[in-house]
């Protein structure tokens, strides 16, 4: 069983509105949560990084929020964009020796 | 500054042949790393180098995998002989510093090897 589990798989939005990405995870033990976005036939790209004691951060129209507690996070995307259409990992870093551990991702289309 | 780069972007071989994957890191960056994905699964790791060194290669899944990183630059993923399993993006990345805690990493924009 995966580590790190995202929701919805996918999801398709109208330009403009607003969508919230979930990630659940199981990493123990924890010293980092980050988002990325990886567009079609590129690399994944670093959106945000939190550790434990921060709860929210944010980038742009990108807002991730953390809960160490119950280990959850989410990724909130504010005014869509179709530029925003992308795939959304969620990804923990083992605390200790710093492994990744990877979701699938949040595939995200956002249509006119 | 240059990016994280890979070559070849695409590669489509047979079965029982052989492939060499190569990743160019930011310069300076001593950390570098090699994933994959395969179809409809997440990423995982396969190993990790500081400067010319294998700090990591826990996730390499067998010994058809050869990585070097000769001089601390440059690195090379050899498969040999490649099974159709091996079919997958493979992504290559690099950052500055172990041990802190953010620990960034720039990722290539990948290879995708195909095996038939």
């Known amino acids: 069983k995966n580590q790190v589990e995202q929701s919805p798989q996918s999801l398709i939005i109208l330009e403009g509105k607003n969508c919230t990405l979930q990630?659940?995870?199981?990493?123990?033990?924890?010293?980092?949560l980050r988002w990325y976005k990886q567009d079609t036939g590129r690399g994944p790209v670093s959106l945000t990084i939190?550790?434990?004691?921060?709860n929210t951060k944010s980038n742009g129209r990108y807002t991730a929020t953390l809960d160490a507690d119950t280990k959850q996070s989410s990724l909130h995307i504010t005014a869509s964009q179709l530029s925003d259409s992308a795939s959304y990992i969620c990804?923990?870093?083992?605390?200790?020796?710093?492994?990744?551990?990877f979701g699938k991702g949040n595939q995200v289309v956002v249509i006119p | 500054e240059a990016g994280v780069t890979q070559f070849p972007s695409h590669s489509v071989i047979e079965k029982g042949q052989t492939v060499t994957l190569r990743c160019d890191p930011i310069?300076?960056?001593?950390?570098l790393y090699w994933y994959r994905r395969v179809m409809g699964k997440e990423i995982k790791f396969l190993l990790h180098?500081?400067?010319?060194?294998?700090?990591?290669e826990s996730g390499m899944p067998n010994n058809r995998f050869l990585a070097e990183r000769t001089g601390g630059t440059y690195s090379t993923l050899k498969v040999q002989p490649a099974e159709l399993e091996d079919s997958g993006v493979y992504f290559c990345?690099?950052?500055?510093?172990?041990?802190?805690?953010?620990?960034?990493?720039?990722f290539g924009p990948g290879t995708r090897l195909t095996v038939l």
């Open positions: 990345a690099s950052s500055s510093r172990a041990g802190r805690i953010y620990n960034e990493q720039f």
């Open positions: 990630c659940n995870y199981t990493v123990s033990p924890f010293s980092n």
């Open positions: 939190m550790t434990f004691s921060e």
């Open positions: 990804v923990v870093s083992e605390g200790g020796n710093n492994r990744l551990a």
């Open positions: 310069s300076g960056h001593d950390n």
């Open positions: 180098f500081v400067k010319e060194s294998k700090q990591d």
